[in-house]
């Protein structure tokens, strides 16, 4: 075996390596059959481990050793991810009115750009997507799949996400920073008594604030009809100074106390987002138990926020995002280029918030359409019967190759076999998502996969009727086979890069299935089947070759005698064909 040495490392190697990348889906799906239990208490002691870890440093073998220990517990992060048909998840589908961009950008765009309605329509709905996408691809769903639909609509589909609060908060944000002064007692107190003394019953039910000498606030169950009376008041004049605006602060979490703090702010903004160049949730160090968002401004925005914030040392100043109080800290020194927003922020809402502001602010308001929580269960019956189709589909090839081609039928299987292990093996480590196209990609890849196999038999089989020796009939079964096997697989893998290239959803899936699987049958019809003949004529395990036969090669059907009749039957199947498509 001396001379097949290069060849063997490279079987080896790749069986070695697709067994270690297929190990942690494997076992997950074992788990998640016989112990979701224990599953579920598995990604609990997880989630503890990354939220301990996430405030440490840690040197390279200490990763590597993590990383090591996450593999042999079966990490959901190296698992094959499922798609929405699959696993559940969340679809949603948003709209939005161009129309509603301010009278500048309008006129901006019609008058010095020269565009059309129906091209401002276009750019509209590209910029949203653009930023739905940059939101998306840093959430937690897994392979989503986010689509154009018509001129004034975006789809998006989020795979085993669950939580459609805060997909819907995430992706219809409008991500609009400001930062405004807080007002002093005074002037916060001045507020409050107008309104108490003009509606006196609303407002001394539902404010709490003793006398209104500290902080205000209301309750949970009242926050709805407060936020709704404050959106009215806006509107009358001579109620709320016109140099003053209220704003909520953030809804709170289940672990603090349950109010929403209300503010009082200059309703001139001291500086905007305007120039933001990057945002990233840290732990807060101040304050270990929470997140806090660092931000960064270009030089501009660096310079405007230094000199605002240095006019303003010693007040609070709150951070507003979408007409929503962030944090209100106090400014004690100037702010040049980099900042920190703080306010008690949990991991994920830290980062949420890091997500949106990254994206930059929307050039419209978003309104959702449809949001549907996709069942698991049916994915969970999808993927029983796509596995059981695979299964039994390898099977009955497996039964034929090895009844009709005996012991090269079952060189064909065990190469079949890795075949369907190099494919998972590849959407496992490219971090791919299967649906269940992509399943049926992965069916139609086993027959492919067989019919290279075919193809060298059939031609080892002629070589020996031309009674040329065993070795010879295989070394040139497989040289001139190769030709074919090949021209085969090029074309259907131009047809996969095609779908691939402007497919979406569901064709994108079965287009990058097939294209995996038409290289991974290349190399184990050519290299590893080769290498099992090899292996077992020079082990002498195998000296001969025999397979069955249905016809006889003596038989003289004029096959070509029936060219004209096949084409025209052909011909009128395929019109027929497109017809019946149109």
């Known amino acids: 075996m001396k001379k097949h040495l290069y060849r063997s490392l490279l079987i080896w190697g790749s069986i070695i390596l697709a067994l270690l990348i297929v190990y942690p889906t494997v076992g997950w799906m074992v788990m998640k059959k016989v112990s979701p239990d224990s599953l579920t208490a598995r990604q609990a002691k997880w989630s503890e481990e990354d939220k301990a870890r996430a405030g440490e440093s840690h040197g390279y073998f200490e990763n590597m050793f993590h990383s090591l220990k996450r593999w042999a517990e079966c990490d959901q992060e190296q698992v094959i991810n499922l798609g929405l048909d699959l696993q559940g998840g969340i ?60 001129n004034d609509q975006i789809q998006a589909q989020l795979p085993g996400e669950k939580n459609t609060d805060r997909a819907i908060e995430l992706m219809t944000k409008t991500a609009k920073l400001n930062f405004h002064i807080v007002s002093g007692q005074d002037s916060t107190l001045e507020v409050f008594k107008k309104l108490k003394a003009q509606f006196p019953n609303e407002f001394s039910s539902y404010l709490e604030a003793p ?12 926050y709805t009809y407060v936020a709704e009376m404050l959106t009215k008041l806006e509107k009358l004049p001579g109620v709320i100074p016109e140099d003053k605006m209220l704003a909520f602060g953030r809804a709170p979490r289940p672990d ?12 001139k903004p001291i500086a905007s987002g305007e120039g933001l160049t990057s945002a990233s949730a840290i732990p807060d160090p101040q304050n270990p138990a929470s997140w806090a968002i660092l931000f960064a401004f270009d030089t501009e925005g660096g310079t405007l926020f230094g000199e605002a914030t240095e006019k303003n040392v010693g007040k609070p100043m709150a951070i507003v995002l979408d007409g929503i109080v962030q944090s209100a800290p106090n400014i004690n020194q100037r702010i040049d280029f980099n900042g920190q927003i703080t306010g008690n922020f949990s991991s994920e809402e830290a980062r949420d918030l890091a997500i949106v502001l990254n994206s930059g602010s929307m050039a419209v308001d978003l309104e959702i359409d449809s949001v549907d929580v996709v069942s698991a269960s049916l994915g969970a019956d999808s993927v029983a019967k796509g596995v059981e189709s695979a299964i039994w589909g390898l099977v009955l090839v497996g039964i034929f190759v090895i009844v009709y081609y005996m012991v090269p039928g079952g060189i064909a299987l065990i190469a079949l076999l890795l075949n369907a292990i190099l494919v998972l093996a590849a959407m496992a480590y490219f971090n791919m998502t299967l649906t269940l196209p992509g399943i049926a990609g992965l069916i139609l890849t086993i027959g492919m996969a067989v019919d290279a196999n075919v193809l060298i038999f059939e031609r080892i089989r002629e070589e020996m009727r031309l009674g040329h020796s065993v070795l010879s009939s295989i070394d040139s079964g497989f040289s001139k086979a190769a030709i074919t096997i090949l021209d085969a697989n090029v074309t259907t893998l131009i047809a996969a890069i095609v779908l691939l290239q402007f497919g979406t959803g569901p064709i994108e899936g079965f287009a990058i299935t097939l294209a995996i699987g038409v290289c991974a049958s290349v190399f184990t019809s050519l290299v590893v089947s080769r290498a099992l003949f090899d292996f077992f004529f020079e082990s002498r395990k195998l000296t001969s070759v025999k397979m069955l036969s249905l016809i006889n090669p003596d038989t003289h059907i004029p096959f070509m005698g029936f060219k004209k009749i096949a084409a025209t039957v052909s011909a009128l199947l395929i019109v027929g064909g497109l017809v019946l498509f149109g």
Do not use: C, H
Not at 211 to 222: R, S
């Open 211 to 222: 006398g209104f000498d500290g902080m205000v606030w209301v309750k949970p169950d009242n």
């Open 91 to 150: 679809q949603m589908v948003v709209s939005f009115d161009w129309q509603t961009l301010s009278e500048e950008k309008l006129k901006a765009y019609r008058e010095q750009d020269g565009l059309s309605d129906a091209e401002i329509a276009d750019l509209v709905q590209d910029t949203v997507y653009e930023q739905l996408v940059n939101r998306i691809n840093e959430f937690e769903a897994k392979e989503p799949i986010i689509q154009k639909l018509g």
């Open 256 to 267: 603090q106390e349950q109010r929403y703090d209300l503010y009082v702010l200059d309703r």
